[in-house]
């Protein structure tokens, strides 16, 4: 097995690895136990002196390390910059608030003292996607380090190059060896890993598949697991919407990261007094977006990550246009060089057809008209995830009753849904269990240990 990136805007190889051998894969686990054993009481203060010159790091290199993120997936230059600095400045927020974040708390009992104290489990595994290769493993890296857990990276075998970066970057932030190691694993590997008593926590951010999977090898050893996973967020278009602020904002929604988020909007769901001036201004806009070169600073849609992402995409979209889906911008893949797919919009999309039902990962958006936003927050909640959504509404009303109603992790209005290291980020239903960022991301690999002194 090999971990090769292919440049999707050249369908160039760029660079191909091995994967670790087993002598390989046992020292770097020993070399993590080891690690924590220190980790784990290194002060807080020299914890963060490290994690700051980590953001420091990034900061500098913005450029190359952003090229670099731009090549292996095809996300353009400009949003890279964006994932590059987003991870440093989540670096430096967990170096500032870790030690509060963790710190005792006192809780009135019978005893005469008692309370929690938040303590490091050891090494955490996480196994992470490519759509945002160094933000994913930063988003779990940088709390758990902060927490004096220790980690093993396993990222997706098409960005391997994203994956060396992130362990030589610790290393050259100082952080001891074992700290955080990356390597390229097969699933059987992984396995083995995940019933390894010296790991003792598994987090994974992907698709339902690898969640299940994972999430069962780590309950059949008792480990605690965290899971982000795949999502099809509904984005409504409520009656009060200002329109000519969520037309755009829509655009956005469903195109960023080449339409690879997994918190991109997937289902836009109208009201009807208002779907004819969004469907007409929505479709306009996808049509004009502009595809092409990632590297180009004008483009704002590259290409998608593979040719089986693509050719997944193309065949969600004809299913549906076969049963009844009317197209009103793109439909189609864009010849010649590079995975390009047209930015697409659906409508009267037929249930059980496959760009009804299941999630699409690239930039096709599908609408869906309402009576009115009770029935918007209905078809909001009919379908198996729960990871986030955003309501578009100047009436408080509206807003209040949509945070309250749909069934998701997390609920924006007048924003797009997004991450920021200040609030928990993750789903409910299918869309997976537990927390990152905030304190709830940085206790989930953490012992809540009661004490009480009588
Ligand atoms: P993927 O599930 O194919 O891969 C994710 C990781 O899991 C990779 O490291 C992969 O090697 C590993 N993996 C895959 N199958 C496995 C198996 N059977 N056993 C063990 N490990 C396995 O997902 P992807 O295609 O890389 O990413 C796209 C999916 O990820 C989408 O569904 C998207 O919505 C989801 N995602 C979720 C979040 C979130 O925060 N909730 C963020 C980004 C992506």
């Known amino acids: 097995m090999s971990f090769t990136a292919i440049n999707p805007a050249t369908e160039e190889v760029i660079a191909s690895y091995p994967a670790h051998t087993r002598e390989e894969i046992e020292a ?28 420091q790091i990034l900061e500098d290199e913005v ?32 170096a500032e608030h870790a030690e509060s974040l963790m710190e005792e708390e006192i809780i009135a009992s019978p005893a005469s003292r008692s309370g929690i104290r938040y303590q490091p489990l050891g090494t ?11 933000w994913q493993a930063v988003r779990f890296a940088a709390p758990s380090l902060m927490a004096g857990n220790v980690g093993i990276l396993k990222h997706a075998h098409n960005v391997p190059g994203s994956a060396r970066y992130l362990e030589e970057l610790f290393l050259r932030a100082g952080f001891p060896t074992g700290v955080f190691t990356s390597l390229f694993l097969g699933h059987q590997e992984l396995a083995d890993l995940i019933a390894d008593d ?39 278009v409520a009656s009060s919407a200002d329109m000519a602020r969520t037309i755009p904002m829509a655009v956005t929604a469903r195109v ?45 849609v590259g290409p998608l990550v593979s040719a089986e992402q693509r050719e997944l995409l193309d065949a969600q979209v004809s299913d549906s246009v076969a049963k009844g889906a009317v197209v009103r911008a793109g439909g189609h893949t864009i010849e010649g060089r590079g995975f390009y797919y047209e930015p697409t919009v659906l409508t009267n999309v037929p249930r059980d057809s496959r760009a009804g039902s299941e999630e699409l990962f690239g930039p ?13 927050i209905e078809v909001a909640n009919s379908t198996p995830w729960g990871l986030g959504g955003s309501i578009w509404a100047t009436d408080p009303r509206e807003i209040e009753q ?11 209005a007048n924003a797009l849904v997004a991450s920021t290291p200040e609030l928990p980020f993750g789903g409910i239903k299918k869309s997976g269990y537990g927390r990152e960022l905030s304190a709830h991301g940085i206790r989930e690999f953490t012992n809540v240990k009661t004490f009480y002194i009588a």
Do not use: H
């Not at 686990?29 to 490290?50: G, H, L, Q, Y």
């Not at 450029?63 to 949003?79: D, F, H, I, P, R």
């Not at 790991?199 to 480990?223: D, I, N, W």
């Not at 096709?364 to 918007?376: M, P, R, S, T, Y």
């Open 28 to 55: 770097a686990v020993s070399a993590a136990a080891t690690a924590f054993t220190s980790w784990r009481i290194t002060p807080f203060k020299d914890r963060a002196e490290m994690m700051t010159r980590a953001a």
């Open 63 to 94: 450029e190359s390390v952003a090229t670099m993120l731009t090549s292996e997936m095809g996300k353009t230059l400009t949003s890279a910059k964006g994932e590059v600095l987003k991870c440093a400045s989540t670096m430096r927020y967990y």
């Open 124 to 134: 955490v595994l996480a196994v992470m996607p490519w759509n945002f290769a160094l």
């Open 198 to 236: 010296r790991v003792a926590a598994v987090t994974l951010t992907g698709s339902e598949v690898a969640g299940t999977k994972v999430a069962s090898q780590a309950g059949a050893y008792l480990k605690k697991c965290v899971l982000e996973l795949g999502g099809s967020d509904a984005f409504i």
């Open 256 to 300: 960023q990261n080449n339409g690879q988020s997994c918190i991109a909007a997937k289902r836009f769901i109208v009201v009807e007094d208002r779907a004819q001036e969004f469907i007409d201004g929505f479709a306009e806009a996808m049509s004009t977006v502009v595809v092409g070169d990632p590297m180009d600073p004008a483009t704002v």
């Open 364 to 376: 096709v958006a599908v609408v869906e008209v309402v009576k009115d936003l009770a029935e918007a």
């Open 402 to 412: 949509a945070i309250d109603g749909i069934e998701s992790g997390m609920v924006f």
